[in-house]
């Protein structure tokens, strides 16, 4: 049963524009949500996090916008440059517990020139 | 300030074999988390761990999969009597201390391919 539910798969971009990827949760006990970025061969990174009682957060060109209501959260790249061009991955996790991450399945973005 | 590291970075295992996969968290990081990542899938948890203890083991497989995390020294995955479908990538990632929202880092991963 997949707890975060990750759309699309991929996703290509031009240079200058603006990637949003989506991200829908069921567990209303989640509590935390971060963004991490992979790159091949590499391990994920911490890009951004947001907790519901927030709508957005931005950082730089990146932007999480949170729908408490709805259970949906989203990333907007704005401004999106080839190097940007990695694996996006949601995930959430509960406030209290071990804290273990739940991840989506990752988008794949490609940012071309 | 050094990272979280793994090791090795690639495992080649024949069936039947035992795997061992280690991680030091990073300095001042007590707690451990271990993930699997199958190809083209998102990560998935395993097992969560303190010095010492196993806290949360509801992603580990009953069988075969074990791990620990010594008071001295890196943690350790263990895979006994490998399979194919073991064949992934293991990150271990660590935080400074357990609760929600705490920020977990990643190492590089450990790349096992069972042949």
């Known amino acids: 049963q997949q707890q975060v539910k990750q759309s699309p798969q991929s996703l290509i971009v031009q240079k200058g524009g603006i990637s949003i990827i989506n991200c829908a949760y069921e567990?209303?006990?989640?509590?935390?949500f971060p963004w991490y970025q992979q790159f091949p061969g590499k391990g994920p990174a911490l890009l951004i996090a947001?907790?519901?009682?927030?709508s957005e957060k931005k950082e730089g060109r990146f932007t999480i916008s949170f729908n408490k209501s709805a259970k949906q959260f989203s990333l907007h790249i704005m401004d999106s440059q080839p190097g940007d061009s990695a694996t996006y991955f949601c995930?959430?996790?509960?406030?209290?517990?071990?804290?273990?991450?739940?991840f989506g399945t990752g988008t794949r973005l490609t940012v071309i020139p | 300030n050094a990272g979280v590291m793994q090791n090795p970075r690639h495992l080649v295992r024949r069936r039947g074999q035992e795997a061992r996969l280690r991680c030091s968290p990073m300095?001042?990081?007590?707690?451990v988390y271990w993930y699997r990542q199958l190809p083209e899938e998102g990560l998935k948890f395993m097992v969560y761990?303190?010095?010492?203890?196993?806290?949360?083991e509801s992603g580990m497989p009953k069988e075969r999969f074990s791990a620990e995390f010594p008071k001295e020294g890196p943690s350790i995955l263990r895979i006994q009597q490998v399979v194919r479908g073991d064949s992934a990538a293991y990150f271990c990632?660590?935080?400074?201390?357990?609760?929600?929202?705490?920020?977990?880092?990643f190492g590089a991963g450990t790349r096992l391919s069972v042949l």
């Open positions: 990632a660590s935080s400074p201390s357990g609760g929600g929202g705490n920020i977990q880092y």
């Open positions: 567990n209303t006990a989640f509590d935390y």
């Open positions: 947001i907790r519901p009682d927030v």
């Open positions: 995930a959430a996790s509960l406030q209290t517990g071990a804290n273990n991450l739940f």
């Open positions: 300095k001042g990081h007590s707690h």
């Open positions: 761990l303190q010095k010492e203890n196993i806290i949360d």
